[in-house]
């Protein structure tokens, strides 16, 4: 994508959707919240652990990575990161991770480029108490092909602002697995901007951690660009995650698909998904559809779903959400039972299919078999422990 | 072996409005190798007294005995009870998204022999109970009852029926709805099933074409919760020529 394209989709006409103030660097343009705020209302400000404060910190988590032949990992400073474009942070988390970071790394995959294998991030936090922030960019060159995985495991107090350039073109699938330790705070922010006739397909598994809050942003940079955004999560007792999406069709013939599922279980377990899309004027022939469907296994937990579509031209080819918020249907495990399965094994059989839909989409065997181990030992813990 | 014995069965089932009596004092019994017909009027109470034999936490058995082979069925959970060889082929088949039809019957036919089948033998098996029921073998992929049509889910049933191998099987209204081919293939599989050594077969029906196919041994009119009359074949025949008004009218 040149740089051209990218400015001329920031300077179409700009239509202000209520839910999202201005993207900026500045960090005085983003305020010390309330609490009150849309954006903030779910959150439990204290729990972020002083990640609103503008404190410096030089702590990192730890980095592995595994580069296939081609990608490369470097260092690079705020500025020069920045003017690699993509949208500027929507909220305080997003600007402190800039301002704090010290400079970038920039993960480049070459125009043009197929590659077959993985490029993985792996990060480990080990000390709760050390605010980390982190400033990244995944950046994938015009026509290329690559698959990214980048996974969190660890106690720390974590901010992370990431942007992510999908060229002309590209396709990229870039996957988050959020397996924190119960102690680990995690805030990211997420600003993808999807190239002409570009596909990323972004998923996001969140397993572990007390307080996870992630804001996905995705605008495109041409017509033709496709976005798809698949999310899973698995609350426990005590944990809040909070997933968080804007696509912003700000292109004519663009496509959203928005899925995430989660489980809850424990006392306390709250997870938040919001879902906003915003169709421009000149986003003519746009299809959007997002979908959030949340299971409930135990008393004491609580979801909540806001899918939000905001709709400025009658022109467009698809739109279309659906949000559920249910508990175990008696129906399909009498079913199942009906047939001698245990009850265990048919609960079991009824998590396993509602999350299957999504796991099957990740193309990496490995960690397709990693995910739905994880999903049973999660299982195992509440749901299962208390019918043994 | 295998007896099925009802006694005195009454259910209600507890609404916002309070609790309904449904089934009024049920009594039947199906020997050995039997075959019995329950036809009704809709609401009479047939699916009711499937759910309640099958143990459906819907329906509370207020009073009666519903006993297998001696054993008592109504203190088993609803998975004991189809271990201990009960099935029921539902009126309306659930919906499972994201289990297959492969891992779902595995699943099930390990938990009713309490050891996993061999997997060469077990293969084929399900592909030829498919194949028998007109499914092509893509259909095991499938996500349980999800997106089948109508007959495709009564026949899923009958598959069910031939590889789980219960001994007693309660068949809830798997006639309706099917076409003259799908009735066909259907009756063919129940008639499979009565073929092996000492299998019962409740077989409740709205209708009597189905019972061209499947002769019973006894036919059972059902009305208001009750059985209003017991006979033979010719029972049905006699529903087939005057319909149900003889039995509504005495009834009220
Ligand atoms: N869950 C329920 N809630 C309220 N009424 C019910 C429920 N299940 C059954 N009934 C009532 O019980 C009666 C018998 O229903 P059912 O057993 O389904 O009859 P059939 O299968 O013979 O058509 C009907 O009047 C029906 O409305
Ligand atoms: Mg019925």
Known sequence: MSAAVVSDALEQEHVESHLHPEPTFDLAAHPLPTGREEVWRFTPLKRLRGLLEDVASVETLEWKESLPAGVTLTRSSTDDAVALGGTAPFDRLGALAVKNAGGALVLDIPSDSEIEEPVRLILHGTNADAIVWSHLVVRIGTHAKATVVVEHSGSTTYDAFTTVLVGDGAHLDLVHVNDWADDAVHAEQINARVGRDAQLRQFEFTLGGDLVRTSTNVDYAGPGGTAELFGLYFADAGQHFEHRLFVDHTAPKTVSNVVYKGALQGEKAHTVWVGNVLIRKVAEGIETYEENRNLILTEGCHADSIPNLEIETGEIAGAGHASAIGRFDDEQLFYLRSRGIEEKEARKLVVRGFFDELIRKVTIPELAAKLSGQVEEELQRHVLADLA | ?252
């Open chain 2, 1 to 252: 072996m295998s007896t099925l014995e009802i006694k005195d069965l009454q259910v209600r089932v507890n609404t916002e409005d309070g609790p309904i009596e449904i089934l009024k004092g049920v009594t039947l019994t199906i020997n050995d190798g039997e075959t019995h017909a329950i036809m009704g009027p809709n609401g009479s109470g047939k699916s009711t007294l499937a759910y309640s034999i099958a143990g459906h936490p819907r329906y509370e058995v207020t009073g009666g005995t519903v006993t297998l082979d001696g054993e008592d069925v109504l203190t088993m959970s609803v998975d004991e009870r189809a271990r201990a060889g009960l099935f029921l082929a539902m009126q309306y088949p659930v919906e499972v998204p994201g289990v297959s039809v492969s891992n779902f019957l595995r699943t099930a036919k390990t938990a009713i022999d309490g050891e996993a089948p061999k997997l060469r033998t077990w293969v084929k098996d399900v592909n030829g109970a498919l194949e028998k029921m007109n499914l092509d073998p893509t259909f095991s992929q499938r996500s349980v009852n999800e997106g089948f049509s109508g007959g495709e889910k009564k026949r899923h049933e009958i598959a069910q029926l031939e590889l789980l191998d219960p001994k007693v099987a309660i068949l809830d209204e798997t006639d309706s709805g099917l076409d003259i081919d799908a009735l066909k293939v259907v009756s063919d599989g129940v008639n499979r099933f009565r073929e092996r050594d000492g299998k019962g077969v409740l077989l409740i029906t709205h209708y009597t074409r189905i019972l061209r196919y499947i002769t019973p041994d006894r036919v059972h009119v059902f009305v208001a919760g009750k059985v209003a009359e017991s006979g033979g074949p010719e029972l049905a025949e006699e529903l087939e020529a005057n319909g149900y008004d003889r039995f509504l009218n005495a009834s009220v």
